[in-house]
């Protein structure tokens, strides 16, 4: 199935972006790839976590402080811990670190600054963000090197199915998934880094906000977030078919082996 034919049946509100990057030394030349329709930005959601622990290791010098509350962001997604790490270094710290890391400039978002997830980015920049974190990890950088293993660690909903779409059990994983009160939409987002030997990598970005407007369903999730509860499957069931399969499409576009 082709990009067209994934997006041509979508809501006319519904954005949906897919991007993917396939580089590295003693490899092909670079592979790059950015399909998108409806808004050219959206709310990251969750999917920075494992770069935001990255930068923030930096500054923080007690390391076992720093990994109390890094792992649990990127491996079960704990909104907690990010934010001891996000006001704790400060959002505006942590962005302009992550701009002269990967280049990638990101700013906070409107009105509440402690909101993590309303970052708003296109999936190229973050499949740029994480090519970074992955080569950086693959050159001897040993922070980059231990987020990547807590992200072949994210399993079960949080991964959407990503792994077994994209054939590639080793990946690592990090989703993202909200619906804030203030939308009628879901995101749900995933990126998958997959590597690929030496400083090579491939990274691919799916990120989606597909309508969600029927007003007792959305009273039933916003029950559920308040009390805690996971929300994740019904994210997939709105948006996981899509996802996946932006994903495995880019991934055969950059021409990147799978497993048959």
Known sequence: ??????????????????????????????????????????????????????????????????RRHAEPAVVISSNADTLNLWLGIGPRVILDDLRRRTGVDWGLPNGDPSRFGSVEVAACEVA??????????????????????????????????????????????????????????????????????????????????????DAGERRVYQDRVMKGLPVEDEHDRVSGTTLRGLMATALADLGHHRRP
């Open 128 to 213: 740029i963000a994480y090519a970074e974190l992955a080569q950086a990890g693959a050159a001897g950088d040993p922070v980059a090197a231990t987020v990547l293993e807590w992200m072949r660690e994210v399993s079960g909903a949080q991964t959407f199915g990503v792994r077994d779409a994209l054939r590639s059990p080793e990946a690592g994983i990090k989703g993202g998934w909200y619906g804030a009160p203030d939308e009628t939409c879901l995101r749900t987002h995933a990126v998958a880094v997959l590597p690929r030997g030496g400083t090579r990598t491939t990274v691919v970005v799916g990120m989606t906000a597909l309508p969600y407007t």
């Open 1 to 66: 199935m082709g990009f067209n034919e994934l997006l041509s049946d979508l809501h006319p509100s519904a954005g949906a972006q897919v991007a993917g990057i396939r580089r590295g030394y003693g490899g092909p030349p670079l592979r790059t790839l950015n399909v998108g329709c409806g808004p050219t930005r959206l709310r990251c959601a969750s999917l920075l976590k494992p770069l935001y622990a990255w930068v923030s290791a930096a500054r923080i010098t007690d390391t076992e402080r720093w």
